[in-house]
Nanobody
C-alpha cells in the first residue's frame, strides 16, 4: 500500500491549507481507518485526526478540534485535511497513515501500519 501526501506549504498565521493523501488501489479503502499525524522538529509524532472509511466516524485531537476537518472520497481513495486558523505551533511535517486492521478506527498510533512520506506545513 502506498500513500502519497500533497498540499503542504507555507502560510501566514490565520491562513488555511488543505492536505490530500491518495492511497494506492491495493488498499481496500472502504474497510479501514486512515489518519493524519504530524511531527515538529524536536518533538514526538502526534496524531491530528482520523476517519473511518466505511462510515461517518471522525476523530480529532484537542489541539486541532474546531479548526481542522478530515474528510474522504472513497471513489478517489483519498482523504483530506482542511486546516483553518493555522497557528505557528501547527508547523510540522504532516503524515498520512492507514490502518491494517479492518473495522476499527481511532487516534491510537498503534492502529496504523502504512505511512506516507510526509508533507511540510510551515506557519509563520
Amino acid at each position: 500500500v502506498q500513500l502519497v501526501e500533497s498540499g503542504g506549504g507555507s502560510v501566514q498565521a490565520g491562513g488555511s491549507l488543505r492536505l490530500s493523501c491518495v492511497a494506492s488501489d491495493t488498499y481496500t479503502f472502504s474497510t479501514y481507518c486512515m489518519g493524519w499525524f504530524r511531527q515538529a522538529p524536536g518533538k514526538e509524532r502526534e496524531v491530528v485526526a482520523a476517519i473511518y472509511l466505511g462510515g461517518d466516524g471522525t476523530f480529532y485531537s484537542d489541539s486541532v478540534k474546531g479548526r481542522f476537518t478530515i474528510s474522504k472520497d472513497n471513489v478517489k481513495t483519498t482523504i483530506y485535511l482542511q486546516m483553518k486558523s493555522l497557528k505557528p505551533e501547527d508547523t510540522a511535517l504532516y503524515y498520512c497513515a492507514a490502518a491494517d486492521v479492518p473495522f476499527r478506527c481511532g487516534l491510537g498510533s498503534a492502529l496504523y501500519y502504512y505511512w506516507g512520506q510526509g508533507t511540510q506545513v510551515t506557519v509563520s
